[in-house]
């Protein structure tokens, strides 16, 4: 009988803690592939998905922005491009590494961090702009993530997210889940040997609790004014979500501190 030496899909996202341990171990290895796989999967439309939620920041010059998750650095280097001062954060050493040699790099600077999205280190009210591409889903407590996200928000500041959204719809969901399940499994053979490696996308999915309920997590965690747009007819989202209070001038120019 064969001898299984990886836990299976399932187990690893059993429990916050397993979730935790996998997602880590999961991105530094596929680092390197990131880039091209996420160009694959999204048909070539995630950057443009990026600059819809760029251009929805209304950036003004020297802004504080802090993009968590920020993996690679496509939403930061967005960000830094329309004139804000940014922070990326991310909890894999192998993506801030390819983030720090971008061709990018060399003219727009970047505050680079390695940390973890459900334990900021940074005060209260850092920022005014907290943006996320593919975070939320990841992180094995989503409230804990959005009332940090909350808590470094400066008063009326914007937290943005895109993300894969659960379709509400069961037999949508199920074509799109079996769909990427097929082409995850297929690309995870192909670039590691590992057919579970790109099935962690259409699990994590399953597990995560889809748009809406995300805008309630984010009331509960303080949020006002939470909405979300469809992108990709809904299979998509990207979250708006405020923190009451008004961004007084300073606030809007004030660095992140830490
Ligand atoms: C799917 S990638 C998204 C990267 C980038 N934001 C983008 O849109 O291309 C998810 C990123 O989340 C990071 N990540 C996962 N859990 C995290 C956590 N708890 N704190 C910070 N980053 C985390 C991973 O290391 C990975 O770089």
Redo the contacts with the bound molecule.
Sequence with gaps: MPTRTRPSLRHALSTPENKHTY?RRL?SVIAPR?DLI?VLLSYGQDRRW?RRLVSMARIQPGMPALD?????G??AFGLAAAGARVTG????TG?LHLARRRPEAAYLHLRLVA????ALPFPDASFPLVT????LR??PDLPGALAEIHRVLAPGGQMLSLDFNRPRNRAVRSVYLAYLTLVGSALGVILHRDPDTYRYIPESIRRYPGAEAVCTLAGAAGFTQCRWGRVLGGLMAIHSCNKAGELDGAAGQRPGTA
Excluded: Q, R
Excluded at 89 to 92: E, G, N, V, W
Excluded at 115 to 118: A, C, N, P, R
Excluded at 132 to 135: A, C, S
């Design positions: 997602v991105f990131y996420t990026k968590l998750a920020c993996g690679t496509d939403i954060l991310d909890i894999t993506m940390g973890d999205m459900t996320m591409g593919y975070g990841n992180v």
